[in-house]
C-alpha cells in the first residue's frame, strides 16, 4: 500500500526556515515523481514544488521560487522541501504526493495538472510574529 506522511511543520516567524519531509512506504521512491502543494484556509490547493528521479526535473512555483529547494534521498525513501525567507502567506497545510514517473510526461506537465494518485495527510505550517 502506497503511503506518504509528511512531517516537519510548525510555527514560524517571518523571515525564517523550515524543513518539511514526505517519507514513502510502499513503493520504491527513485520510480516516482513527488510534488508538494499546499492549501491555505478558504483558498484552492496551489502547486509548490515537484521533481522526477533527477535533481535537474524540479520544478518550482512562481510563488517560492528562489526561497523554496526540494531534495530527495532515495535510499532513505524521503523528499524534502527547505522553505526560507518565509512569509504570513506561506502559511498553509502542506502535502506531499507521488505518481509513477512517465518518460512522456514532464514533471512540470505532472506539477501543473496535479496529476498524482497518492497524497500524504498534510502538515501545518503557520508563519506568524
Known amino acids: 500500500q502506497l503511503q506518504l506522511v509528511e512531517s516537519g511543520g510548525g510555527l514560524v516567524q517571518p523571515g525564517g526556515s523550515l524543513r518539511l519531509s514526505c517519507v514513502a512506504s510502499?513503493?520504491?521512491?527513485?520510480?516516482?515523481?513527488i510534488g508538494w502543494y499546499r492549501q491555505a484556509p478558504g483558498k484552492e490547493r496551489e502547486r509548490v514544488s515537484c521533481m522526477g528521479n533527477t535533481e535537474d526535473s524540479t520544478y518550482y512555483a512562481h510563488s517560492v521560487k528562489g526561497r523554496g529547494t526540494m531534495s530527495r534521498d532515495n535510499a532513505k525513501n524521503t523528499v524534502y522541501l527547505q522553505m526560507n525567507s518565509l512569509k504570513p502567506e506561506d502559511t498553509a497545510v502542506y502535502y506531499c504526493a507521488g505518481e509513477r514517473e512517465d518518460p512522456a510526461v514532464t514533471v512540470q506537465a505532472m506539477c501543473v495538472l496535479e496529476a498524482f494518485g497518492s497524497w500524504g495527510q498534510g502538515t501545518q505550517v503557520t508563519v506568524s510574529s
Open positions: 510502499g513503493f520504491t521512491l527513485a520510480d516516482y515523481a
